[in-house]
């Protein structure tokens, strides 16, 4: 019953399994086994209703629970709902568990009264009905669990961890830039070079589509930032300045020509800002693809305490692999080995890390920025604005549309800037249009790179 509810027609039986799931589904088999072992053994009898025990079973677990086979079924279940990341299997946990409470005290325990007297009593005397005699054995059982499910979780991310690196190796260099290293990827040939700036959840092999097709025109690259994708973790607190500047060691150390033209996505463009702003002189042009800039810090200033706190606590749960078994962008339920390279990227303690320290280093950007020239006047400069909220955060649903307006204004903002900017909304676009509606953005590419030519 629990795999029909956790995996819904045949066609699911391919789902993944957390392995964290091992811990409570081994110790519930093994407890179920003892019991049925002891039933057998010191009761002679077995589970079946019409052969029960002829003797009453005090042996073995039952010596610490009056209901360890209960308690058995119940790890069992645990182990499953995990495996599966099945909500659907904790609902069917609870009905079972409120099933066990009444059954016990209004079922069992009466007949077991009625057939054993007086070897009943003492058994009761000495024996909890469940695991806990006294509150005290119940906190500390409840520590005791704590500290395994936190050591078992730090186990199971440091293995799935070693797993993902070694099922999907870096598709491209990793370049030294101080005793760290970045993820480079670059594809084509030609000048300008078009260098692509992920969003906060992608990688140097996001966008792939609009990077195919503009490299066919000229060379195009793309990296990973600190701690994101396959490149090394960086400091724990990480301003645009610092990401700028790692942006332009990498392409000092690998030679990348200048000028050249960034496509910013998403989180991306504000690290896009700052590296033309300080490095105008390497930039040939700009292409934000609903993507933040300067002109949006003042709207979400007020939400980078909850976004700090959050970001942060999010990265400790993703060191005790939490971030995996939620599965916040419902990877796990594509078999695709695209998904599974996706959540093997998205999932990692790294990741989440760097989004702490980047919502840590966000508090020192504005100083920053107004210190710093603006951008170039005349910089060719294209803003593409999305026309739904969809995938701009997990949960984003119910508080995207209220900070639409504001982020399609800063937008608009942004492009005047530049008396060679201009702005767009892409029609049937999510908030990753390079996904969603990639010939957009290489069109908007293109354009760029013929306008350069005249």
């Known amino acids: 019953m629990p795999l029909f509810i956790a995996l819904p027609g045949w066609r699911r039986f391919d789902a993944p399994f957390h392995l964290l799931a091992l811990v409570p589904l081994v110790a519930g088999v093994t407890l179920l086994l003892w019991c049925v072992r002891e039933f057998y053994v010191a009761g002679k009898g077995t589970l079946a209703p019409w052969d029960p025990p002829r003797h009453l079973v005090v042996t073995g677990p039952y010596r610490i629970s009056r209901n360890p086979m209960y308690i058995a079924v119940m790890l069992v279940l645990i182990g499953w709902a995990i495996g599966f990341a099945s909500w659907t299997l904790v609902v069917y946990l609870l009905i079972v568990k409120a099933a066990f409470l009444l059954r016990v005290p209004f079922g069992e325990e009466p007949w077991l009264a009625r ?88 990688n140097a092999t996001s966008a792939s589509r609009a990077r195919e097709r503009i490299s066919s025109r000229t060379r195009v690259c793309s990296y990973d930032r600190m701690g994101a994708g396959w490149s090394d973790p960086g400091p724990g607190v990480a301003s645009f300045p610092d990401l700028a500047r790692d942006l332009a060691v990498l392409q000092d150390r ?67 692999g939490v971030i995996r078994l939620l599965d916040p962008f419902g990877l796990h339920a594509e078999a695709s080995d695209d998904a599974r390279r996706s959540a093997a990227l998205a999932y990692g303690a790294r990741r989440w890390d760097t989004l702490c320290a980047m919502a840590r280093g966000t508090w020192h950007d504005p100083q920053f920025l107004a210190k710093v020239p603006p ?21 984003s649903g119910w508080w995207g549309g ?42 908007a590419v293109l354009m760029m790179l013929e306008q350069g030519e005249h």
Not at 416 to 428: D, I
């Open 402 to 443: 209220g900070v639409r307006a504001e982020r399609v204004a800063s937008h608009q903002r942004l492009a005047k800037r530049s008396t060679a900017g201009s702005w767009k909304m892409v029609p049937k676009s999510t908030h990753l249009i390079a996904s969603s509606q990639p010939d957009a953005v290489s069109d």
């Open 115 to 202: 057939t054993h007297h007086e070897a009943w009593k003492r058994y009761v005397a000495r024996t909890p009905r469940w695991l806990f005699r006294s509150r005290r054995a119940l906190v500390l059982s409840g520590v005791g669990v704590f500290v395994f499910v936190l050591f078992a979780g730090l186990v199971y991310e440091a293995y799935a961890d070693a797993a993902d690196a070694r099922a999907f190796p870096p598709p491209g260099k990793l370049v030294d830039v101080g005793h760290r290293r970045l993820h480079l990827l670059c594809i084509g040939r030609g000048e300008p070079l078009v260098l692509f700036e992920a969003s906060g959840w992608g």
């Open 254 to 320: 690998e030679k990348l020509p200048s000028p050249m033209i960034i496509v910013a996505s998403s989180i991306g463009g504000m690290t896009a800002e700052v590296f033309a702003r300080q490095y105008p002189e390497r930039v040939a042009g700009l292409v934000f693809v609903d993507a933040a800039s300067s002109e949006m810090l003042p709207a979400v200033a007020k939400w980078l305490g909850p976004a700090t706190v959050g970001g942060c606590l999010a990265s400790t749960a993703a060191h005790f």
């Open 375 to 395: 951008l170039r006047p005349d910089l060719p400069l294209v803003v593409l604005s999305a026309s739904s909220d969809e995938d701009l955060f997990p949960g």
